[in-house]
């Protein structure tokens, strides 16, 4: 059996976790969620699923003590090295150094106008009054992952049930891998948060008033001079876990922000990294979507870090259009084109990982543009020279134009949209034939 405590104190301990008081009523009694104890035994249980880990049924318990809170599990006899990883990985995003970080710059941000200056009232439709709470990305995977994602999330939605994985964006980013033909998506769910805040949120986000500017990163969780330094932290732990240790770089970073929706990460990336990035042609740093490289974390960092700048997994979905030049987005079609390139991206970049090999994350750009765009690059309309990859750009639109906001998900699956686009027809596969079922 594998047993460890939570770092910290009791209240930091739980503090760390959605308060169960705070949750959604009908979630709290289906999940059984009424302690904060079966809170923790929630999400651990989401994480070892996430990663692969298998464990002998019924054997995770957390237990509270007046030290604080203790997690068991056994794991199965292949999964018994990485059990002992997830607990190291456990304990380390929760210490004073990561999630007690997270917990200190929410705190120092309380105590300013910056903490939701929208209280009491709604920016959506759906999610009430404004609400900010501290939020850590839990549930995900964290030890077997193939690589991060820098967003802007998780919307209040993700902590009033208790699941970070299951909403539109999530949904979403998981269709996209599929179609990118990567086999385990749930390897890719490892998300950081630029701001580990919950908030209104589900794809109705309080666009056009954005009340997260990039500076509440830069003051709050990547501030040395003050100590709240969470943010690169955690990317350090989470792109280096102890699996990727013999490789000479870290997992590949993914930074999400459509330039047209939570344009966040890429603008704390832009500011935080502006020495090691490329210039324009008036001398300034440059995080534009499909951009790549590799990064140094920290001046010290021993590995560099491969990263591509791309579009918010929910961006095309909120803000993508039929119609216009198709070499810009909210052109849908471009929007597809440059999320089906990152989901490629990474799928090239783990598949030399794990033959032992490192693939420069530029070669990489190249191949999944040449795959979605017909060209090296993606600075132009995408033509994907392959019949079925030209269908799947399609579908993947189809689903996006016809969002039902009833179900907060697309109208049609990847198969409907699939079959819609084929009946459609036309040599270039357009999406832009509306939401209303097809005559036979």
Known sequence: MIRYRLPGSPETQAALYPDPARLDPATREQAGLHTTEAVIAHFTASSLRQDGIGIVAGSLHVERDAQGYTVSFSPLEDSREAGAQFAQMHVALLDEQHGALALRGCAAAQKTPAWNPMAGYPVNRSDGPSEWLPCLPLGMPIVNHAAVTLLHYPPIVAYRHCDYLNNATLRRWAQLL???????PERYHAIVDVNPIAAPGSGESEYPNDFFPINLTSLFFDNEAEGLNYLRNVLALMLDPPANAANPYTLPLLVGGSPLYDPQAPGWFRTRFKDQLPRDKNGSPRADVLQSGLVRLHPDSPKMTPYLVVNHMIAAGVTGKCGGDPRFIP????????????????????????????????????????RWFGADDGSGAPVPPAADDRLTLCALAQMDICFDPKVVGPKWTFAQAQERCRKAGGTDLSPCFGCDELKA
């Open 178 to 184: 599929t179609c990118a033909g990567v086999p385990q």
């Open 331 to 370: 052109n849908i079609s471009k929007y597809e084109a440059q999320d089906l390139v990152a989901a490629t991206f990474l799928a090239l970049m783990d598949a030399a990982r794990q033959k032992g090999q490192h693939l420069d994350p530029q070669e990489a750009t190249r191949q999944a543009c040449q």
